[in-house]
């Protein structure tokens, strides 16, 4: 165990022992999502450097500390890339994503409905849990992953089970063919249905979104895979073949960052939060309160809308009546996070287990407390 590690164990078998609560926080990227932070800062940014990496494998083991932008640029170097696309979401001042944040988030970005999310390229982690103790799950190849699969566990946990110290993750080849489709004037149940359609035959669709506007909306839709397979697909498809490259990748990030025009325009109404409704990718055009229109990614299964809190059991019944969920991504009062929680767990039964894996794993409760529940 090196230095840095050490430390950090040790300093959490103190806090466990006196129970003060403890925050878990790496460049502080992610804080403005969940409930409102609390405990003494645990700052991972000393856990940094690439352990491993096996192009040839496509495997990297990566310390948690360190900046997602680095890993990312290790990976192009050698053609390689992580495909589920997370999120920076970087702070003014300075503020960068961190590795161990990517995968305590487990969020993913507009290539998630094709390539899979955070924790399907997870394949081992080193952790430090509630009691101080360094432990290993999973390895650097598929073949390690056997019984409990906890490594995945952790993404998504919000740094409530343990502090992340290292995770192995596998990578892949960047395509070789990409292009972006643009359709005009396309109202949200045709880009719905055309995606659905497509969907169903073998086209290397890579991502989509759909912006309202004040017409009828465009649909944009990105395909990787083959050359000859991408090109096949532009004639396939239609629409109009985006040409200025930089542009369009530039655009995807504003996507994958919400940093496109249609989620700026949240500064002009403070009252709004950013909702996230996770629903089936058929789901239809979904009822929304005040005709709000959302925008769409995932071919149809992620749907962004900017409404009130108090808009909250509206959106709810909607997502709930298409077979998914709604909640808060980003609080609309930053006083007012706790009132407005982003987690609301579906059944009793999925709380107790969420309850028991904390008690397991950090039985005084002094990771992250509060942020994702109320008591642990």
Same mark, same amino acid.
């Given at each position: ?21 403890? /925050?878990? /926080?790496? @460049? ?37 500390? %360190? ?30 994503? %961190? ?36 432990? =290993? ?18 993404? @998504? ?6 502090? #992340? ?44 979104? +759909? ?11 990105? #395909? ?20 200025? =490259? ?11 960052? =919400?940093?496109?025009? +249609? ?36 071919? @149809? ?76």
């Amino acid at each position: 165990m090196d230095l840095a590690l050490a430390q950090i164990a040790e300093r959490v078998r103190a806090a466990a022992a006196d129970q003060t609560p403890l /925050r878990i /926080r790496g @460049g502080g990227t992610k804080d403005f999502h969940g409930r409102a932070l609390h405990g003494d800062v645990l700052d991972t940014r000393a856990l940094q450097g690439i352990v491993a990496y096996e192009p040839s494998e496509l495997v990297v083991t990566v310390r948690a500390g %360190t900046p997602l932008a680095d890993l990312e640029a290790a990976l192009a170097g050698r053609g390689q890339c992580l495909p589920f696309e997370p999120p920076h979401f970087a702070r003014e001042g300075g503020g960068h994503a %961190t590795v161990g944040g990517m995968v305590a988030a487990g969020l993913s970005g507009p290539a998630r409905a094709s390539a899979g999310a955070v924790r399907d390229y997870v394949l081992g982690t080193t952790l430090v849990n509630g009691r101080g103790e360094v432990l =290993q799950f999973g390895g650097q190849v598929m073949k390690n992953v056997a019984g409990y699969d906890v490594s995945r566990l952790m993404a @998504g946990a919000w740094g409530t089970l343990g502090l #992340l110290a290292e995770v192995s993750l596998k990578v892949l080849p960047v395509a070789p063919g990409e292009a972006t489709l643009r359709f005009d004037d396309m109202p949200q149940a045709e880009a719905l249905r055309s995606l659905q359609a497509w969907g169903g035959r073998p086209l290397p669709l890579n991502a989509s979104c +759909w912006v309202p506007g004040t017409g009828q909306g465009t649909l944009y839709v990105r #395909l990787r895979g083959a050359a000859a397979a991408v090109e096949a697909a532009c004639r396939t498809l239609g629409g109009t073949r985006m040409a200025d =490259q930089a542009s369009v990748q530039a655009d995807w990030a504003a996507c994958r960052e =919400q940093t496109l025009p +249609w989620f700026l325009a949240r500064a002009e109404h403070p009252g709004h939060a950013l909702w996230r409704l996770s629903v089936p990718a058929a789901a239809p055009v979904l009822a929304l309160p005040g005709g709000a229109q959302p925008l769409v990614e995932w071919h @149809g299964a992620l749907r962004w809308v900017q409404a009130p809190a108090d808009a909250g059991d509206a959106l709810r019944a909607a997502a709930r009546a298409a077979g998914g969920s709604a909640t808060i991504f980003r609080a609309a009062d930053e006083g007012a996070r706790d009132a407005q929680s982003p987690w609301v767990l579906p059944s009793g039964a999925l709380e107790q287990i969420h309850a028991r894996l904390k008690q397991r794993f950090d039985p005084a409760g002094i990771f992250n407390p509060g942020r994702m529940a109320s008591g642990w």
